[in-house]
């Protein structure tokens, strides 16, 4: 049987984009963003509901989009989604990364780990559970606070990585009350940094 070249593999693409990290250890950097397709999560304040679903997205090569990310010259690649673990990433990071690209992942951790990656971002979400391959492999661990519950199933999440991970919380976009938990919640734990999204304030992508 013939083997397709890991290069023609495909994956149904919502965008690629050039622009600046907005968050996290890396914000400020230029970044090429890759968002994949799909995603069963389904988080209520989700921002990418247009990427829950596979289908009306086009399929685009592992070539086609090194080309782009190389193209483009960013310090970092960032690959998101929707939820960018239902695919196998060993092809497209395996590319990325033998063009000399440092390759990062933005997940919510509920499939198993595949892909290599300089940095991962993990935001894990309490309706569906992380699957425990995740936990070993996270750089930063980035909790998006909407109550009190949220807090507490953040605490309980940072318990399962590495120690060296940096510990983010997160408002959930506009919400008055989940800045406030976070603000005294960092007061009493100062292993816990707050994370806000620079690109929804300075009005870039
Ligand atoms: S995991 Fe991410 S893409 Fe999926 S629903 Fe939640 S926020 Fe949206």
């Not at 995740?134 to 120690?163: C, F, M, P, R």
């Not at 989940?178 to 992508?205: A, E, G, N, T």
Request: aromatic residues 10%.
């Amino acid at each position: 049987m013939k083997m397709i070249s890991s290069d023609l593999i495909t994956y149904p693409i919502v965008e690629t984009f050039h622009s600046i990290q907005g968050e996290g250890a890396w914000m400020g950097v230029s970044a090429f963003f890759i968002r994949l397709a799909g995603c069963d999560v389904h988080c209520s304040w989700c921002d990418q509901k247009e990427s829950w679903t596979v289908k009306p997205y086009p399929l685009r090569t592992v070539e086609e989009l090194a080309k782009l990310a190389k193209q483009s010259n960013p310090l970092i690649v960032v690959i998101t989604g929707g939820e960018p673990l239902i695919h196998n990433l060993d092809p497209l990071t395996d590319k990325l990364r033998r063009l000399g690209l440092r390759v990062h992942l933005e997940t919510s951790g509920t499939h198993p780990f595949s892909g290599s990656f300089d940095w991962v971002t993990f935001s894990p979400k309490p309706l569906s559970l992380p699957n425990e391959s995740i936990y070993s492999q996270t750089n930063e661990l980035k909790i998006v606070i909407a109550s009190e519950l949220d807090l507490q199933w953040g605490q309980q999440e940072a318990k399962k990585v590495s120690s060296g991970t940096i510990k983010y919380l997160q408002p959930e976009w506009n919400s008055h009350e989940s800045k406030q938990l976070i603000y005294d919640f960092i007061l009493q734990c100062s292993d816990w940094r707050i994370s806000v999204q620079i690109h929804k304030f300075l009005d870039f992508r």
